[in-house]
């Protein structure tokens, strides 16, 4: 006979262990049906009797007034009856029902009561029995002996199950695990280091919390150190072997949370967001581990989060008919989605964009079954559509967001953002006049001041010519709308923005590509975008241009590098930057002011009303009405060229335009009349 050769030995013994690992896999064993586990509780109690005879017959206690059975626990009618009570209670409290290996302390009281029940049932039996037979079915010291033993035993058992499920997932994920310290030690960072012991497959390997305050330096949490926030952060996690840190503590500020991720960052530590624990309507440990992920781009934001006036903004929308311009873009269908919770009477979007437009018509139509909603292909540019709609709907607030936003392509077309950015307002805000609309509320941007650009022009054209209409006729009892314009910077996570470009330009290996190394920007979220929109449709009265307290300009260079990081990559080594010089009528910096205007304050300190020069209606109608009828002609420098007729502080950057500014000196081109208003508190 061959004798195979010791390669195909070791193989056969790999295949011999790589089967068996597969047949012990505990990750594929299914949950016990119940009676099974109701067989294992009785085994269980099987056995507490058997050692609750052996210690009785030890300590000679069957010598002292021994019943009339000589067997009490060594399977004896006496014993038969004992196993059937326990076994009517486990079935009377569950405890059979609950997974052995997720057990908790619910089931360890379950067991209890059943055990005391059995005890009082079966001392009340042997008392019934004393009385009319005059002879004890039990023993009062073995029938205590037994609660204990069982209540032990059956309690163990499940603990045992338990720690060999924890132990055996705990190894095999530990490969994958993240050692983590949670920052904070409030009641919000209890709960999520709670979390995070029961998550399976576990994600994280908490080894402490780390303290601001100090107060608790030599206490612990479960069984983990209470680390002093003494030394800087990155030498602490350093210290105690953490990758990365969650942050939950409650009352932790933005300025903070911002040093504390630059920190981590610098030093190559993940940083996670936990959330709050009360603001979840299901806070179940499942759902808060599953819930804690990578700090955003959006937490960094330089400024604590926008808190609005949510009453206010319900009394303004509820069970109102609301129509949504341009509802199918990451502005406007959040506008739609936010005005959905309100309950309004009927909601109303309009978009030209197809496919987008049935994705937020599924999504509404899903989440607001009993939302009288209707999705509209129109376009702004179609008047007679916008009248149809407005004489069909009957919308009482308006929320314009339908717009071009794209800098280089509107300098490439200008003549596509005046009929959609110029014209297309103008359609919509006269369709709300004549229809008697309430309330018309304009989406701007903070490029519409001092304008470098065509699009920044064409939204600014739109904002003087709501302002005309509000001021010439406030006073005509005719005509019920306000006007209201809301103006904010650059939007995160919007169609075209920043972040979502570097993050594709990141999953595809790089490079990040920048305009220019000084460039900044002021930032927002969608969702404090839209919630800004909407409170100034509550607060405004007519001719407001809302602007938003922003806080410090981003430089985009330094959001490239944080993307990067929190991507887990180092910037110019893993990912690199890229700069490819300035887009046509692109700046440095955007302003939410320009020279001329005033400020004054809301009741929301973060929200301002900008107040500056106002224009003649009939001279900015005429106009207007000459710049669409040169853009349909679709030359170029014609078009620019009225456009800075009629806002004369928009001077060209980066742009073959600019030769226009040049020529303003000898050739003005400006013939608008403008009167001043005095701004009063």
């Known amino acids: 006979m061959k004798i195979p050769n010791s390669r195909k030995i070791k193989e056969a013994l790999k295949q011999v262990l790589k089967s068996s690992k597969k047949r012990i896999d505990f990750k594929n064993i299914g949950y016990l049906p119940r009676w099974l586990i109701l067989c294992f509780d009785m085994f269980i ?16 206690i069957s010598n002292i007034n021994t019943p009339t059975s000589q067997s009490l626990f060594g399977f ?23 997974l052995i290996r997720h057990s908790t302390f619910i089931d360890a009281i379950k067991f209890f009561l059943a055990s005391l029940s059995t005890l009082i049932t079966l001392l009340i039996v042997d008392s019934s029995h004393f009385m009319f037979r005059g002879s004890n079915l039990f023993l009062i010291p073995e029938l205590f002996i037994y609660f204990v033993m069982s209540f032990t035993f059956l309690l163990l058992f499940r603990v045992l199950v338990k720690q060999v499920f924890e132990a055996y997932f705990d190894y095999a994920a530990k490969e994958d695990q993240i050692k983590v310290m949670i920052y904070g030690i409030d009641s919000n960072a209890i709960a999520i280091s709670n979390a995070l012991k029961v998550e399976r497959p576990m994600r994280y390997k908490l080894i402490g919390f780390i303290d601001k305050k100090g107060k608790n330096q030599s206490k612990e949490i479960l069984g983990l150190p209470i680390i002093h926030l ?68 959006e937490d960094l934001l330089e400024r604590e989060p926008i808190v609005l006036n949510n009453k206010l903004i319900a009394k303004e929308l509820y069970n109102r008919r609301i129509l949504v311009t341009g509802g199918a873009g990451s502005i406007g269908s959040e506008i739609a989605r936010q005005v959905s919770n309100y309950k309004p009477q009927k909601l109303i979007i309009v978009d030209q ?10 999504e509404i139509r899903s989440k607001f079954p009993d939302l009288d ?29 339908a717009a071009y936003k794209h800098v280089p392509l509107m300098e490439d077309n200008p003549s596509q953002a005046i009929f959609v950015n110029v014209m297309g307002t103008k359609n919509v805000a006269d369709c709300s006049l004549k229809h008697k609309v309430e309330k018309f509320v304009l989406v701007s941007t903070d490029k519409a001041v001092n304008p470098s650009n ?27 709308t306000n006007y209201v314009t809301t103006r904010f910077g650059n939007v995160l996570g919007s169609n075209g923005s920043v972040v979502p470009l570097f993050k594709k330009q990141i999953a595809e290996g790089g490079p990040l590509t920048i305009t220019h190394p000084d460039i900044i920007r002021y930032f927002m979220t969608i969702p404090e975008a839209c919630q800004l929109v909407l409170e100034a449709g509550a607060m405004g009265h007519g001719g407001e241009i809302y602007i938003f307290d922003m806080g410090e300009a981003v430089k985009i260079i330094d959001l490239a590098k944080k993307i990067i990081k929190l991507a887990g990559f180092i910037p110019n080594k893993d990912i690199h930057i890229k700069i ?25 300190e973060k929200i301002m009303i900008a ?55 000898d050739t003005p081109i400006n013939t608008l009349k403008k009167a001043k208003v005095k701004v009063t508190k």
Not at 45 to 60: H, L, Q, R
Not at 353 to 360: R, V
Not at 455 to 465: C, D, Q, T, W
Not at 593 to 602: G, I, V
């Open 353 to 362: 964009a197809e496919t987008p437009l049935y994705q937020i018509q599924m």
């Open 580 to 604: 490819i010089g300035l887009r046509p009528g692109e700046k440095l910096y955007e302003e939410l002011l320009n020279d001329k205007s005033t400020t004054l304050p809301t009741y929301n």
């Open 45 to 60: 109690c099987c056995v507490a009797i058997i050692i609750t005879s052996v210690i009785v017959d030890n300590i000679n």
């Open 76 to 98: 004896s009618p006496s014993s038969g009856l004992v196993l059937i009570t326990n076994l009517l209670f486990f079935i009377f409290f569950r405890t059979y029902a609950g």
């Open 611 to 665: 107040r500056g020069e106002m224009y003649d209606y009939e001279e900015i109608n005429s106009n207007i009405g000459e710049l669409i009828d040169s853009a349909a002609l679709f030359d170029k420098v014609e078009v620019v060229k009225r456009m800075k007729a009629i806002v004369p502080e928009y001077k060209s950057m980066n742009s073959s335009y600019e030769k226009l500014d040049k020529k303003e000196k």
């Open 230 to 297: 003494k030394r800087k952060l990155s030498v602490i996690l350093r210290a105690h072997g953490a990758n990365a840190i969650i942050l939950a503590d409650k009352s932790i500020t933005q300025e903070e949370r911002i040093k504390i991720v630059d920190e981590c960052l610098e030093h190559n530590f993940k940083v996670f967001r936990a959330p709050i624990v009360s603001d979840m309507e299901d806070n179940d440990n499942v759902n808060l581990a599953q819930q804690i992920q990578n700090v955003q781009i």
């Open 373 to 401: 909603f209707e999705a509209i292909i129109a376009d702004v540019r179609d008047k007679d559509k916008l009248d149809n709609i407005f004489e069909l709907h009957k919308p009482q607030v308006v929320y314009h967001a």
């Open 454 to 480: 065509v699009m920044g022009a064409s939204k600014r054209i739109a904002e003087i010519y709501v302002q005309t209409l509000q001021e010439t006729f406030k006073k005509d009892t005719r005509y019920t």
